[in-house]
Nanobody, 115 residues
Framework: QVQLMESGGGLVQPGGSLRLSCEAS????????MGWSRQAPGKQRESVAV???????NYSDSAKGRFTISRDNAKKTVSLQMNNLNSEDTAVYYC?????????WGQGTQVTVSS
């Protein structure tokens, strides 16, 4: 059974930074693609960043240059460093694990960018 637990969300001013973390259960973390998605009110969930088991990242256009995804296979964690945040980044952020044909999701953590 896969469980994903996010942490690190909160309220931040425009231009500020936040670091999200996700801790995963299960013994095969290092074999799976991990990622972060977000869902703003009234919008569909969108992928923000993914990282392969080998550590190669890929970002959405909105995240490029501002967000950095990283993973620690020994600790079974994936993180998302978010810099230069703006109001359009306000959303619930979800950690995801792609395990074969199945995608598992965390419960989400709220990020609010507001002055």
């Amino acid at each position: 059974q896969v469980q994903l637990m996010e942490s690190g969300g909160g309220l931040v001013q425009p231009g500020g930074s936040l670091r999200l973390s996700c801790e995963a259960s299960g013994s095969d973390f290092r074999l799976n693609i991990m990622g972060w998605s977000r869902q703003a009110p009234g919008k569909q969930r969108e992928s923000v960043a993914v990282i392969t088991p080998a550590g190669s990242p890929n970002y959405s256009d909105s995240a490029k240059g501002r967000f950095t995804i990283s993973r620690d296979n020994a600790k079974k964690t994936v993180s998302l460093q978010m810099n230069n945040l703006n109001s359009e980044d306000t959303a619930v952020y979800y950690c995801a694990m792609k395990r074969g044909a199945q995608t598992y999701w965390g419960q989400g953590t709220q990020v609010t960018v507001s002055s």
